[in-house]
């Protein structure tokens, strides 16, 4: 029987979920979670991302259209815009800093081990906020 993989479990294969349960659990942030783990809002952003998705609502729809799909991609259902939105902005930014620390470290260790270069370039997705004068873009 033939096994195949979708694109977004291939890209989750090479995450530690160890290294990311250790950093919410250092960080207590999964405390008194009901709804959407960190885990979870980890894997939404990550469909975000690879879907090419540019706001809350356009994550919303993409889910609730593929929704037969999300179960092979490792989600159990569309999540709510207010409860992901709501977990974005409460959950803190040290758990997915930690999280990409470890892969980086990973990532050098196989470099090094390999002796092999990457032939595509290391990217990062940046969410950093730049602060803009008011007057000059309203």
């Not at 890209?11 to 207590?28: C, E, I, N, T």
């Not at 990532?107 to 969410?127: E, H, N, V, Y």
């Amino acid at each position: 029987m033939t096994k195949y993989t979708t694109v977004f479990a291939d890209l989750l294969r090479h995450f530690s979920r160890s290294d990311f349960d250790s950093a919410v659990s250092g960080y207590k942030a999964d405390f008194r979670t009901r709804v959407l783990s960190c885990y979870d809002l980890f894997k939404t952003m990550i469909y975000g991302q690879v879907s090419g998705c540019f706001s809350v609502r356009e994550i919303e729809a993409s889910m609730k259209a593929n929704r037969n799909r999300l179960y092979h991609a490792g989600l159990k259902e569309p999540v709510k815009r207010s409860t992901f939105c709501d977990a974005l902005g409460k959950k803190q930014h040290n758990i997915f800093q930690s999280a990409f620390h470890a892969m980086a470290e990973k990532a050098q260790k196989m470099s090094g081990t390999m002796k092999k270069k990457f032939k595509d370039p290391l990217r990062i997705i940046d969410a950093s906020i730049i602060s803009l004068c008011i007057r000059r873009f309203n």
